[in-house]
């Protein structure tokens, strides 16, 4: 009985009727220090849609333990279906403000973090 | 015995790369660019989003009921419109524009200027393009509502009609489009219903026909960077009614052309050019022929 229980609920979440725990966390700009610290002090954000099949390749490359991928302009559940599908070797966030904060405006785009800062 | 050219084949190696490999911008629309009246449409990354364009339309003719085409006595020889938009995004799925155009009608030495007529709509993406399922089209729902205050055909003034700005009734539209946009090579479909709604001119209650208007687009994304695309409208208006009779042979048949380049001058700024011909091709029918040069630029706020 609990193996069919199993095997329901695994079909009901292929189907999408089910809605699959959130993988992505939301980051905003405030949490980009202590996660550059955790993973080396320098990030790589790759920011990506579902809808921009341009980002596909960026989600499939392999990256670095300093890249972390942020869904964007898009509805959390079609990041996280990416993400699950997909799934690329990088931890994923659900944008909160990174995007209006260093000014993206389209997708993909891959920007390193710190910003390096302006010549004098 | 020739040795054998391997040119063709690998520009045809090169071809099918560029139509299915290039990374290319997915989101437009089948009728964004046919040089209709509410060109704007947003992205899901664009909040907000302003139109500028300029339009020259001339070479004026009418095809009358009957199929023969003539030039007018009256009504404008060169039309310049300049068209402002705004568009302002709810959600990924949500965007609403507000279009006001501006109309210099010129004939001869002579020229009036006025406001046409406004446009709303209100975009809705039922299914977005998605990287999972590149096959299946952007599938998108909208409605409009078109002003008809500004003076037209029913209420001019001016001896030459230069001061008919629209169409003299509001209309209600409601419409599909869909967009298969995933590889270099972009393709899809729009349908557009619209309903005039009746209004009293010299006393008597006009109605213009249903209007249907068709457009299949096929289109060419060169990277990031530079769209082409080029396409046919067909639309279809039943007759018209004058205090509820119908008017016969009064229907009206257009079958036009268009051909859009986009170039994204930079990560905000779009810059588009289209050349439109109404009543190009085909059986046409009480239909308008003319040419209409547009320059136009988009901005993201």
């Known amino acids: ?36 610290t955790a993973r080396g002090g320098q990030l790589e954000l790759v920011f990506f849609a579902s809808w921009c099949t341009a980002c596909k390749a960026h989600l499939t490359a392999h990256h670095s333990g300093h890249t972390v991928l942020i869904g964007s302009f898009d509805k959390a559940e079609r990041l996280e279906q990416v993400i699950r599908v997909l799934k690329p070797n990088a931890p994923c966030y659900l944008d909160d403000g990174i995007t209006a904060a260093l000014g993206i405006a389209s997708l993909p785009k891959v920007v390193a973090w710190p910003l390096p800062s302006k010549p004098r | ?56 339309q001339s070479h004026f003719e009418t095809v009358y009921a009957d199929g023969t085409v003539a030039r007018d006595n009256a009504g404008p020889e060169r039309r310049t419109t300049v068209l402002a938009a705004f568009g302002a995004s709810f959600s990924p799925d949500w965007f609403a524009t507000l279009t006001v155009p501006y109309i210099t009608n010129v004939r001869a030495d002579r020229d009036q200027s006025g406001l046409g007529d406004v446009l709303a709509y209100v975009h809705w993406t039922v299914h977005p393009t998605s990287m999972l399922a590149p096959s299946l089209p952007q599938v998108q729902l909208f409605a409009g509502y078109k002003t008809g205050a500004a003076r037209s055909v029913y209420d001019y003034e001016d001896d030459a009609q230069l001061d008919a700005y629209g169409t003299g009734f509001p209309e ?37 026909g249903r209007e249907t208007r068709t457009t299949a687009t096929v289109g060419y994304s060169f990277g990031e960077k530079a769209k082409l ?33 986009d170039w994204q001058a930079s990560e905000r700024n779009d810059v588009r050019l289209t050349y439109a011909r109404s009543a190009a091709f085909g059986r046409n029918k009480n239909a308008t022929r003319a040419d209409t040069m547009t320059v136009a630029v988009m901005r993201v706020l």
């Open chain 1, 1 to 36: 009985m609990q193996r069919w229980k199993v095997r329901a609920g695994a079909l009901a979440l292929m189907l999408g009727s089910v809605p699959a725990a959130a993988q992505c966390p939301r980051l905003a700009p405030k949490d980009l220090p202590a996660l550059a």
């Open chain 2, 1 to 56: 015995m020739r040795p054998q050219s391997t040119m063709p084949t690998l520009l045809v190696g090169v071809l099918v790369a560029l139509a299915l490999g290039t990374a290319s911008e997915t989101l437009a629309c089948a009728s964004c660019g046919s040089g209709g009246d509410s060109p704007l449409v947003l992205y899901p990354n664009e909040p907000y989003k302003t139109y500028l364009g300029i339009s020259q």
């Open chain 2, 172 to 208: 209600a539209r409601a419409g599909v489009d869909l967009w298969w946009g995933s590889t270099a090579f972009q393709y899809g479909l729009a349908e557009v219903a619209s309903l005039p709604f009746a209004k009293s001119y010299s006393g008597a209650s006009r109605t213009p």
């Open chain 2, 229 to 261: 695309r080029g396409g046919a409208t067909l639309a279809a208006r039943s007759q018209r009614m004058a205090d509820k009779q119908r008017i016969q042979d009064s229907e009206e048949l257009d079958h036009g052309l268009f051909l859009t380049g």
